[in-house]
Structure formats: structure tokens, C-alpha cells
């Protein structure tokens, strides 16, 4: 029907008394002077809305949204609110005219208008602000003079299905009391809302694509990184994924921790950039003494969203680390001079236990994060899992050559006493290497079972006892390469050494530390020498060897940044076993010192 046919049929028309000709008139005049005007600014006022470029972040869109339907519907301002339906809240999504002090960022769903238009998914007319009971913010819109809004429903979908579409609200304020809203000024919002909902979507598909990308890049880093048959470092991988990361969040630094089997305890496994990190790596931290690591590990039994924390069961946001009662005194000051403003952990777990916590510190206050931006971070972290099983892989196979050479050499020599005439003679050499095979057999038994289960249990051994069997292996292999350059002093090791460790876990620091101090010695030659002794209630060992390293590379090993698996090894025991080693070389010798507690049981 067109606006000819409308008017001749309606009563009030026909009662104008007008002529054909006065009728024909008039409709022009309302067809050409009015609809084509009001049609033409509401494609106008689309096409504006529609041109928002996607990539911009979800609330520039919406606060561009917001200013161009304040403008075009003459209104004063406008806000929209985002369903949240994790805490039931409508959450502040961008605003025109409306600063974020100057509203509340959540509102509960019952009882409120914008909650209201998302449940019944309609639009509501509020012609006086302060008459209507659902609106709670009231001293905010007399200070700002609004008196009467129009609220229009958003919907944003996910692609995944209607129940995951993003739902909200866009509140348009005016100043007039008790105002009368056409219904053409609500279709128009509702048009213009729309669009908004359009533009979003627009958004959601450039997001997903990005987050595809991102994760394509990152398992690309890490093929190339494999295919080059390097060694894999967990710090190298680390380093080399980080990047990746940085246009999703404005990242101070980031730090990778490793939970205690028995959750009660932490430690940062790596860190990038190095210099940058606030927490001290390898060392054990308490999850009972660190709020906002025991709160990534626990959660909290329902989804919480506090003015300075968010809680969800996928991660913890630290909105504001200033004021939070998560953050330590000590890290209120790392957050503060490094200019830090907001701190997000996610937890990596396996079935429902958390093995470790990726820790990001960012220069930017963050509210929340989006589904798509925790996907990618926990995606960015199951990676990084891979790379430290890949690591830990690596530094078992390191710690086979030893005790496979020296089984083989044995081995090797036993077959060929064998063919002595007097087997009587040789009886006791053949038991002790036979001996030494056994137990370097069963011990790499013991390695591959660890390969297993990443670990080893923790008892009373002796410390003396374990490294001269270790250094009586070393001579060994050293004797198989047939080296008669290198003196093997007899070890000097005192009796009743107790620590408490893993006996695997000793070993491999053992078989490294020799390992690497008979490869140290000059080709002209040398010694290597060890000593086991207590001093201040603490276990030492002590290797010797000749050959001095250079100050420069000395300062590059105690950071930890040279090439090699032995030293990161050590440095990883000693501190899980709250011990520490050092390292001096001068006058043409190298020595390394390692220090364990004694172990003291109760009588």
C-alpha cells in the first residue's frame, strides 16, 4: 500500500475537506519533503555506522557506535551494557558523552532496564528517569541533567549458536521529563542498533581469523624450531613465541611456573625478557604465602567478578594491582615502578589438576578478556607444555651417554677377560665390572621410567657415598677414551652426608658436573679432583679440574644464558632441593662448589 492509498482510506483525511487535487498535493509534499528526507538520513546514518572499521577493538567500536546515534537522534548521550552470563551482570561496554568514573561497571540483570531489554529481548521506553524504579543510578543522571531514555536490545552473534550470541543493551539519554518517544524514533533506534550489531559481527569474523592466524604462526615457530634438530630449551621456545602475543596484550613481561606434585609449592621455570621478571627463577615459592598464585590453583567455587579481580575458572585477572588484597607488599612495588596495571594467570592443567601458570604482566589496565584472547593464551601455553616435555625428553637422553659408555666399556672388557686361561686370577676385576654394569643398567632403567613420570621420589641418601660412585664411573669413561692426558685424583668424601633428594636426580647433576669438568680439561692435559664435606649445617661438593673459563663466559654461565643442558640441570636441582652452586675460575682451574642441606631426622 502506498501513502496515496493510506491516506484516501483514513477517516481523518477524508474529514479535511481538502479537493483531489489539495490531497494529491499534500501527499507529494509528505512523500518528497519528509519521507525521502527520513529515508535518506537513516540510510545515511547506517552507512556511517557500517562504515566503523572491524579491526578497531570491540569497545572503540562501540563508543564510535554510540557517538554517531547520540548525534543522529539528537539525543544527550548514550551507553551500552554487555550481558555477562558468567556473573549475571551487565558489564560497561563504551559510552558517548558518558565517562567510565561516571557510571558503575556492573549491574545485576534483575531489576535493571538494560537487563530487562536483554531478557525479553525489547526495546523499553523510560519517559522519567527518576520515576521508574529500575533505574538505580539516579544521582548520576540528575548530575548530568537526563531525564528520559529510550533502551534498544544488541545482539552480536557468535557464529557457534544462538545461545553463545553477545547480548546487550544501548541506553539513549535525553534531557526532556516525561517524555513522549514516537514510534519512528524507537524504530530508528532500534535500525541504528542493528547496524552497531552488524558492525560486530563484521568484528567477530576478522577476530576469529586472527586468532586462527596466531595460532597457525606460533605452531609454525615451533616446527621450524624442531626441523633445524637443535636441541630443544624451553627459554628458546619461550622467547621465540612471545612475540606472538604482544598485539593482544601490551606485555611488560611474562613468566612460566611449575607446580609441586603436591600443589603446595611453585617455581618460574622462564621468563621473557629475562631482566624484566619479578619473580626469581628456579626458586620454590609457597602457594600459602602468595594469594594470587593459591587463587590460580583454587579458584573460587562460583565465577567472581570483584572491583579489583576477576576470577574465572579458565584464568585470574588482576584488574588493578594497586588496590587488589591478592598481591603481596613486595609485588605492589615490582607493579608500581615498572608501571604495571593490570596481572593475568592462567592455570595449565591436566584433567583437573594444575601443573603450571603462565604469568603475564601488562603495561595496559585490562578489565576483562574475551573468550578468543584466553583461547590463544591457553593455546600459547599448551605449546610452550609440549617444548618443556621436548626439553625434558632432551636432557634424559643427555644423561644416557655416560653410563651407556661406560656399560658398553665394561662390557666390552669383561668379554675379552674371559678369554684368560686363569679365570681364578681375574675373578674380583670381573665382579666389580660386572658390578658397575649392574647398576648402571638398572639405573638406566630407573632413567627411562623417569622419562615416564617427570620425576623422582625424594629419600635419604648419602651424599658422599652417591658422588664417589658417580666419580668412580667418570674414571671409567674416561679410560674408555683412552685419554692418558688426565690424572683422576682419588675422591676425598666424608662419611654420613644426609641429605634428602632424589637419588635419580643426583645422579644426572653428578654425571653432568664430571661430564662437563673432564671435557673442560685442556688437550695438553690436567687433573679433575672432588671433595665431599659439611660446612654450616650443609652438604658440599666440590669438583676441581683443570682449565679456566673466561670471565666473560663465566658472567654468561651464572645467568644461565650459554648453550647446554648440564648446567640448566644443576642450577634446576639445586634449587628444587633449597640448595645452591657456584662456579670460580682462575689460575688455570675450574671449581664448581654445590651446597644441599643436611638432613636432620627426627629422633
Known sequence: MNLGDYLNKNDFFKHL?????????????????YLLDFLSSLIQQSEEILAIDPHLPRKKILEIAAENIVRDLAAEAASIRLFDPKS????????????????TVAIPVKKSIAGRVVEENRSI????????????????VVQKGFHSLIAVPLRMPSFVGSSDDLLGSLQIYYKEDDRHFSKHEIIRAEALARRVSYVMAKKRIIDMKALNDKKEAITDKIFIKLSNREGVKLKDIFNLLIPELEELIQLHSCSLFTLSSDQKSIRQEAAYPQDRAYHESSHLFTLDHHDYFWATVHGSKQYADMPYERIDTSYVLIKDPFKSTLVSPGLKEFVKKEQIHSILLVPMRAATETRHILCYFATQQKQYFSEDEIELLTFFGKEIMK???L???????????????????LAARSRKLLDSEDLNKIRDKLISYQDVVVRETARLQDLMALTM???????????GKIAAERF??????????????IRVEPPACEDNLIILSSRQGLERILDNLLSNATKAIPETGGYIEMRCFSAE?????????????????????KKGTVIGRGLNIISRFTHNNQGNFDISSEHGLTTICIKLPLHRTSS
Open 472 to 485: 668412580d664411573l667418570n674414571r671409567h669413561v674416561i679410560e674408555e677414551t683412552k685419554n692418558n692426558s
Open 537 to 557: 649445617k650443609m652438604a658440599v661438593l666440590e669438583i676441581k679440574n683443570s682449565g679456566e673459563i673466561p670471565q666473560d663466559q663465566l658472567a654468561l654461565i
Open 391 to 409: 626439553e625434558f625428553l632432551g636432557d634424559m637422553l643427555h644423561d644416557f651417554k655416560n653410563p651407556a659408555v661406560a656399560v658398553a666399556g
Open 17 to 33: 475537506n481538502l479537493t483531489q487535487e489539495e490531497r494529491d498535493e499534500l501527499i507529494r509534499l509528505i512523500e518528497k519533503d
Open 88 to 103: 549475571f551482570k551487565m558489564l560497561t561496554f563504551g559510552a558517548a558523552n558518558l565517562k567510565e568514573c561516571e557510571r
Open 387 to 389: 617444548a618443556l616435555r
Open 125 to 140: 521506553i523510560v519517559p522519567s528517569i527518576m520515576k521508574n524504579p529500575l533505574y538505580k543510578e539516579k544521582k548520576i
Open 453 to 463: 613420570t617427570e620425576e623422582g621420589r625424594k629419600e635419604e641418601i648419602d651424599l
